[in-house]
């Protein structure tokens, strides 16, 4: 299985820290996607990176890949009580375009 | 645009009753993915469609399960005869293309099998 596994499980900090959220995978991926999860809510797309990519950035959030130790990063700088939510990484990889999610990191951000 | 649309947003039955969940992807999207979410388990994929056409069904846990996607803006996911594990969010998704991957998900189905 390529799934993902996101670590933490859970992460409480303070408004306008930064949160970090690691995902490690077992297979080779063609990309790896981070969603979001509101309570109650379906996930929304955050970012994708490729697999030929290393860094990649998209507002208050940066996402890094490193394909040699199967792992991606998540970082929300400068959080908000609105970034308050479960966050997954998904994979997909080989001939099958499946996406394989983890079972998320639940983001809480206190005001 | 409208996003993805689920209906009904909760549904409560016994067990044995026939549940259908009903999905309608954005308009223009060629892949459509029916999801289960429980805490247990996390998301799993059940099934996805391309230009209506079931690709992989593997996900689906038994013959209890069904889904049909008669046009492109209409897919079901039935199970018959439903049981008290069935419990769990129901998510359905679309995408425009398999290769770009983004998924859009629709707000899911609360499905409670007493």
């Known amino acids: 299985s390529q799934q993902g596994e996101e670590d933490p499980q859970a992460l409480s900090i303070q408004e306008g820290e930064n949160a970090t959220m690691n995902c490690s995978y077992k297979?080779?991926?063609?990309?790896l996607q981070w969603y979001r999860q509101n309570s109650g809510r379906g996930l929304v797309h955050l970012i994708l990176?490729?697999?030929?990519?290393r860094e990649k950035h998209s507002g208050r959030l940066r996402v890094t890949l490193d394909t040699s130790k199967k792992s991606s990063s998540l970082l929300i700088t400068a959080s908000r009580a609105a970034d308050t939510a479960s966050y997954f990484c998904a994979t997909s990889g080989g001939s099958n375009y499946k996406l394989t999610f983890g079972k998320g990191t639940l983001l809480t951000v206190n005001p | 645009d409208a996003g993805v649309i689920q209906s009904p947003r909760h549904e409560v039955t016994e067990m044995g009753q026939e549940v259908t969940l009903r999905c309608k992807p954005i308009?223009?999207?060629?892949?459509l993915f029916w999801y289960r979410q429980t805490m247990m388990r996390g998301l799993e994929l059940l099934i996805y469609?391309?230009?209506?056409?079931?690709?992989?069904d593997s996900g689906m846990p038994e013959d209890r399960f069904s889904a049909k996607m008669p046009n492109a803006s209409f897919s079901t996911l039935k199970i018959q005869p439903s049981e008290p594990r069935d419990s769990a969010v129901y998510f359905c998704a679309s995408s425009p293309r398999l290769a770009l991957n983004e998924q859009f998900f629709g707000p899911g189905t609360r499905l409670t099998v007493l």
């Open positions: 308009s223009g999207h060629d892949y």
């Open positions: 297979t080779s991926i063609n990309n």
């Open positions: 990176i490729r697999s030929n990519e």
């Open positions: 469609f391309n230009n209506n056409v079931p690709i992989d």
